[in-house]
């Protein structure tokens, strides 16, 4: 109940009327389980449950983050000048709509018991310490601990700890980050050096943004004694574009695996129906991101990448070194990285000219921006790796001045972080801002 009632307080706090919807869909998904499990053995009566449950869901989320695509889209085909409708994206409603449509599709195939205790079903969708920006928990994760779970000092200490490396990568590296991606942007016109430099900044900033979030979600959640799943195994470290998305945010790819690729059929099918499944998994996958073309353009261009590699590219791979491996793999995500931070297709398309030499080479801007930047991109790149994490891991498993060492690192990155979050004029990072 206390939890329940403070992750709404939570939610509340940002969204004072959209905490209704949250409670609607609670409730509702509450009321829909209940009746899938009483009709299990009725799999026609249950089916009706579960369609009515994935509609309600869906017709949420497309009204409040779709409707307004849909309606400009309608207008600049049809002429027409339809009104876009004046709705605000309620917080976080794109990931506990994933996790209501998993309980109710969990409880149908028999894969998860409905929860009997409303208060309980409250705590899941609401859970506040993932509830902003993931991991999306299907509630077979969750159901077990939300009954049988142990707090303990052990649990708190290392969920702070894990708590304090998010902040870090979010706070410290993240916002400094974007301060060179959206320079980049706002100009309009980059040179190759800018671009590239803009395009780096901004695949690390998303990447230290997005894990960053995951392991504050995954370190409050283990204070509280929960354990919620891994979101981001080092996807920078890939050798292709299908390892990539097994290591990028992990939890989304297994909900649309486990709910959309394999009830199309997955690859247990032909060729052509396989290919056809890739494209419609990963076209909803970059939706999903934004209500933009430029989210479906960066979902259709994994696939294309993706569909390759399973036809024919993947053995290629094989055969060439595995430092080509890595460089194909991270040169991929970069340019895809492109195409989602520019809302104009067209302007990605320039971006992209101008970092494969259609345009000047450098610029005053670009070697400013490289000299007094390049110690933060290094710095990203390193955290984007298993290096620090590996030599952090052996210190503090080493003898006595080591854990010093390891603990005193830990208390700087909460002071900085404390006081930028206080006053984010300052920033350790000063140095590199223009």
Known sequence: ?????????????????????????????????????????????????????????????????????????????????????????????????????????????????????????????????????????????????????QETLEKFTSGGRRFLVGLFKKVLLANNLAILADKVQYLGNPSTLTAWLGALAFTFQIYLDFSGYSDMAIGLAGMFGFQIPENFRYPYISR??????????????????????????????????????????????GIWHGASWNFAMWGAYYAVLIICEKLFLQKWLDRIPAFFQWLYSFL???????????????????????????APGADKLGVYSLVTCAPLLIIAALCSSTLIANWTERLRKSGTPGKIVWSLGFICLFVMSMTFLIDNSYSPFLYFRF
Not at 60 to 78: P, R
Request: charged letters at 15%.
């Open 1 to 149: 109940m206390c939890l329940f009632l403070f992750s709404l307080v939570f939610y509340a706090w940002g969204e004072p009327v959209y905490v209704f919807l949250m409670l609607f869909t609670t409730i509702f998904d509450y009321i829909a389980g209940y009746f899938i499990s009483k009709y299990r053995d009725e799999k026609g009566k249950a089916r009706v449950f579960l369609i009515i449950s994935i509609c309600v869901n869906l017709g949420l989320l497309g009204f409040f983050k779709y409707s307004g695509l849909l309606v400009e889209t309608f207008n600049s085909i049809s002429g027409f000048s339809v009104p876009l409708p004046a709705v605000a994206l309620p917080i976080g409603i794109s990931f506990y709509t994933f996790e209501s449509l998993s309980y109710s599709i969990d409880i149908y195939r028999g894969e998860a018991p409905a929860q009997r205790n409303i208060i309980d079903f409250g705590a899941y969708i609401s859970f506040f310490p993932h509830l902003v920006a993931g991991p999306i928990v299907r509630y077979e994760d969750l159901a077990e601990q939300l009954q049988n779970r």
């Open 332 to 358: 991929a995500a970069v340019i895809g990285w492109v195409f989602f931070s520019y809302l104009d297709i067209g302007k990605a398309f320039g971006v992209l000219g101008a970092m494969f030499g259609f």
């Open 240 to 285: 292709s574009v299908s390892e990539f998305w097994r290591r990028w945010h992990i939890t989304l790819g297994t909900w649309f695996r486990q709910y959309v690729y394999i009830p199309l059929g997955g690859n247990r099918c032909s060729t052509i129906k396989n290919v056809r499944n890739l494209a419609i998994v990963w076209v909803l996958t």
